[in-house]
């Protein structure tokens, strides 16, 4: 059985990919900054829950080593805290970059950096980053430079990552999804086609491929989960 930590589990899309991979055996570390509302889960033996402040560096870091004592070994972590935030260049401030790379970057850095080195050290693991579309096309991260910016950096890190650790069986993907299918986004977008965007349970499939023994000869990936969007 492996040990998978989910990050951003209360979320729409953290929930569906909780129910993955629990559907599909696997020991689930599920991780939120809030109480856990999992009702389904609960009852799992294969299921844990943590509140954790992933912003607060030394709180990530004591999590995972805690995970690490418990678990012994983490096979993989679904980094899926992150947020959103509209504004060009003419709107933008330093403080919104800076809010921005705290909530799509560090969260997402602060657990990766000890658990890359705890998959060095076991020779193999799977750390999977959410990146954006806007991040890759410029024309559609002009209007959202704050989030596009911090969610470069996601590309970036998985970039470097994947250099040095070539030759071993450690991986970092980047998954790009377009718009989600969630309530919120059908509210927000009420003349928008839900059908063309991509659905949590659809990103889910993704993310159990990738930690997956179908898996194992994946390198270098990202994954632009478009759908007709």
Same mark, same amino acid.
């Given at each position: 059985?492996?040990?998978?930590? !989910?990050?951003?589990?209360?979320?729409n899309?953290?929930?569906? %990919?909780?129910?993955?991979?629990?559907?599909?055996?696997?020991?689930v570390?599920?991780?939120?900054?809030?109480?856990?509302?999992?009702?389904?889960?609960?009852?799992?033996?294969?299921?844990h829950f943590?509140?954790?402040?992933?912003?607060?560096?030394?709180?990530?870091?004591?999590?995972?080593?805690?995970?690490?004592?418990?678990?012994?070994?983490?096979?993989?972590?679904?980094?899926?805290? =992150?947020?959103?935030?509209?504004?060009?260049?003419?709107?933008?401030? =330093?403080a919104?970059?800076?809010k921005?790379?705290?909530?799509?970057?560090?969260?997402a850095?602060?657990?990766?950096?000890?658990?890359?080195?705890?998959?060095?050290?076991?020779?193999?693991?799977?750390?999977?980053?959410?990146?954006?579309?806007?991040? !890759?096309?410029?024309?559609? =991260?002009? =209007? %959202?430079?704050?989030?596009?910016?911090?969610?470069?950096?996601?590309?970036?890190?998985?970039?470097?990552?994947?250099?040095?650790?070539?030759?071993?069986?450690?991986?970092?993907? %980047? !998954?790009?999804?377009?718009?989600?299918?969630?309530?919120?986004?059908?509210?927000?977008?009420?003349?928008?086609?839900?059908?063309?965007?991509?659905?949590?349970?659809?990103?889910?499939?993704?993310?159990?491929?990738?930690?997956?023994?179908?898996?194992?000869?994946?390198?270098?990936?990202?994954?632009?989960?478009?759908?007709?969007?």
């Amino acid at each position: 059985m492996k040990n998978i930590i !989910i990050t951003g589990a209360n979320g729409n899309l953290g929930t569906a %990919v909780v129910k993955k991979f629990l559907d599909e055996q696997y020991k689930v570390i599920a991780v939120d900054n809030a109480n856990n509302h999992l009702e389904f889960a609960k009852s799992s033996t294969n299921f844990h829950f943590d509140s954790v402040d992933l912003s607060n560096e030394e709180a990530a870091a004591r999590f995972i080593n805690n995970s690490i004592d418990e678990y012994h070994k983490i096979d993989g972590a679904l980094l899926l805290v =992150g947020g959103f935030a509209m504004g060009g260049i003419d709107k933008t401030t =330093g403080a919104d970059i800076d809010k921005m790379i705290s909530l799509n970057f560090k969260t997402a850095y602060f657990l990766a950096r000890p658990l890359f080195q705890h998959m060095m050290k076991n020779g193999s693991g799977r750390l999977v980053f959410v990146g954006a579309r806007p991040a !890759i096309r410029a024309e559609q =991260g002009k =209007g %959202v430079i704050a989030y596009a910016l911090s969610k470069s950096l996601l590309f970036k890190l998985a970039e470097l990552l994947n250099a040095e650790a070539k030759g071993k069986n450690i991986v970092a993907s %980047v !998954i790009a999804p377009s718009t989600i299918d969630t309530p919120q986004n059908r509210s927000s977008m009420p003349d928008a086609k839900p059908a063309d965007w991509v659905r949590a349970d659809q990103i889910a499939e993704v993310l159990e491929f990738i930690c997956s023994q179908k898996g194992e000869v994946l390198r270098e990936p990202i994954y632009k989960i478009y759908n007709n969007a």
